[in-house]
């Protein structure tokens, strides 16, 4: 998971080498974030990351401060420009890839079942790399989508759908909604040709396609409406609409078409 989790982390900084300054304060879909944001973003709760699994009662202490600071209007962005804001986008590439590095090292030897802190109930080691894995790459989509580029998929898709998945239960629960008793039957295409399944595909209640656009729908990268899925009605089409596999309060994806991107 570890390896996986470096991959993402490796390919996504690739692709920074090759912005240029301009393209570091490009506008995003993404609530206008820029690349440089999106990377600050993601250096920050890595640097976060490692505190919970190197000083879990220090990591507690600063969630909480940053907690208060939620709480008070100030948005995440402005966090993470308050920490990073001397750098340019080199500098932060940088400093991004020396966290995700010392971060990789210190999950690495942990027992896959050793318990983390987080913003939210704590989790196993092996899933709380699972979830810095699919925040870099949902974040990553968003530099991918303002540089108008065609992303490669590859193995690591399979990380971010079983999240997906196992977060349809959550998915109600966060917004305060009953749990459909419906159980998910999901089959994904995966990019190499094979098939991803969970549950019973051949169900009543079903979820299937591209498992990149079910990935950028848990993610909330895209509506619905802008990929090739297949939802039964019901439980699954109201899941597909509100698929949130990231921790947080309840957010609402894209509106259709708002962050459909064709490749340059």
């Known amino acids: 998971m570890v390896d996986d989790l470096l991959a993402e982390c490796r390919e996504l900084a690739a692709l920074c080498e090759t912005l240029?300054?301009?393209?570091?304060?490009?506008?995003?879909?993404?609530?206008?974030?820029?690349?440089?944001?999106?990377?600050?973003?993601?250096?920050?709760?890595?640097?976060?990351?490692?505190?919970?699994?190197?000083?879990?009662?220090r990591f507690v202490s600063e969630a909480q401060a940053l907690s208060a600071r939620m709480a008070a209007d100030e948005p995440i962005s402005a966090v993470a420009r308050a920490r990073f804001g001397a750098l340019d986008g080199a500098a932060l590439l940088e400093r991004w890839r020396q966290g995700f590095e010392t971060l990789a090292a210190a999950l690495a030897p942990l027992d896959p079942k050793a318990r983390l802190n987080w913003y939210?109930?704590?989790?196993?080691?092996?899933?709380?790399?699972?979830?810095?894995?699919?925040?870099?790459?949902?974040?990553?989509?968003?530099?991918?989508?303002?540089?108008?580029?065609?992303?490669p998929g590859n193995a690591r898709l399979k990380h971010i759908a079983h999240l997906g998945v196992t977060t349809y239960g959550w998915t109600f629960v966060n917004r305060g909604l009953p749990v459909p008793d419906a159980s998910p039957g999901v089959s994904l295409a995966?990019?190499?040709?094979?098939?991803?399944?969970?549950?019973?595909?051949?169900?009543?209640?079903?979820?299937?396609?591209?498992a990149l656009d079910f990935c950028l729908v848990v993610t909330q990268r895209r509506h619905l409406d802008d990929t090739a899925l297949r939802v039964t009605p019901g439980p699954m089409t109201d899941w597909m609409h509100m698929a949130q596999c990231f921790a947080g309060p309840p957010a609402d994806g894209p509106a259709p078409g708002v962050r459909r991107v064709d490749a340059a």
């Open 190 to 210: 995966a990019p190499d040709g094979s098939t991803w399944t969970w549950g019973d595909p051949g169900g009543v209640h079903a979820v299937s396609g591209p």
């Open 20 to 57: 240029s300054a301009e393209d570091w304060h490009r506008a995003s879909a993404f609530y206008g974030w820029t690349p440089w944001d999106e990377i600050a973003h993601l250096c920050y709760f890595d640097e976060t990351a490692l505190v919970s699994a190197t000083d879990p009662a």
């Open 120 to 151: 939210g109930p704590p989790m196993s080691a092996r899933s709380f790399a699972t979830a810095r894995l699919m925040e870099t790459w949902a974040h990553g989509q968003d530099i991918w989508d303002v540089m108008r580029r065609p992303r």
